[in-house]
């Protein structure tokens, strides 16, 4: 019977003693780390031409504007016309206002002008008596534009320039592959330009006058309108380079010319037997060119 009792006893020691887990022996699954989620890529961001619509409260005329970027820019020559008798002389110290050909603004000839190719302004009218800016310096000039929007600066034309390379629309050459000096192309009008009568090489596809329906990609709509010259040598044209070149004033200054007391002021331009967009065109405040307007 003892013998009996202790076999007992000890089957019951060993179940108890199976039962418990060995010293190193994990009671449960653990559950795998989750990895870290990756980061969301940044957007890219929407370089579409947006286009609008503003209006000048001061004559109520009415404007096509494009969102080029983080740049609104009308896609108009300014057609503001504050004077009522058109003054026909020179001047770069006054400011002067004309129409294209010099055609009466009172006529139906000059406000057609007016309304298809907008007003052409020397430079102390496009500035409005507002001082230049200097190199580096960081300020709007309103200048003619109305209130809310200003004379671009060369930095902002500069922007403007590079807003055409990283949306891709910079022309093509013959070879198909892109020119990246080729930015008036897309800003240039799909009417108007003409290529010169000497061309010395064969026109190239990057050219503003060639093939004018791959023109305005930008929707920015520059016309070759050129400008009011301030001196007319012998067998000269007053009027130069209309269907040849675009171009505007910008609010920067340029060679200051303390003997004859003229400052220059920098214009760009682009011409249409070329693919380059020029932001740093020297000319006397007495040359009339139009104006772009850039919202503040």
């Not at 887990?21 to 653990?30: A, F, G, H, K, R």
């Not at 064969?202 to 709509?221: G, H, M, R």
Request: aromatic residues 10%; contains cysteine.
């Amino acid at each position: 019977m003892w013998i009996s009792l202790l076999a007992l006893a000890l089957c019951v020691t060993a179940c108890e003693s199976n039962d418990e887990p060995l010293p190193n022996e994990n009671t449960s699954e653990q559950p795998e780390p989750k990895p870290e989620p990756e980061p969301e890529p940044e957007p890219e961001p929407d370089l579409t031409p947006e286009e609008g619509t503003m209006t000048d409260p001061r004559d109520g005329n009415l404007y096509k504007t494009v969102r080029l970027g983080d740049q609104l820019w009308m896609a108009e020559n300014l057609r503001y016309f504050p004077v009522e008798e058109q003054l026909l002389d020179i001047s770069g110290t006054e400011p002067r206002y004309y129409v294209i050909f010099d055609n009466d603004l009172q006529s139906e000839m000059g406000q057609l002008s007016l309304e298809t190719y907008g007003a052409f302004y020397n430079l102390p009218a496009a500035t409005q008596g507002e001082e230049l800016l200097q190199a580096g310096e960081q300020r709007i000039v309103r200048g003619i534009c109305p209130e809310g929007w200003h004379l671009p600066s060369q930095q902002e034309w500069d922007l403007l320039a590079q807003y055409v390379l990283d949306a891709g629309m910079a022309a093509v050459m013959a070879d198909g592959t892109v020119d990246p000096t080729a930015i008036a192309k897309a800003l240039a009008s799909n009417d108007m330009w003409i290529m010169p009568y000497e061309t010395e090489i064969e026109p190239q596809p990057t050219w503003c006058a060639y093939d004018l329906t791959t023109n305005n990609a930008s929707k920015f709509d520059g016309k070759p309108v050129g400008f009011r010259a301030c001196s007319v040598g012998q067998d000269e044209e007053l009027w130069m380079h209309a269907c040849y070149s675009a171009g505007w004033w910008s609010s920067n200054t340029a060679v200051s010319l303390v003997n004859m007391g003229v400052e220059f002021g920098i214009t760009v331009r682009m011409w249409s037997d070329l693919q380059t967009f020029v932001t740093n065109s020297e000319f006397n405040p007495g040359v009339a060119l139009p104006v772009r307007c850039l919202k503040d």
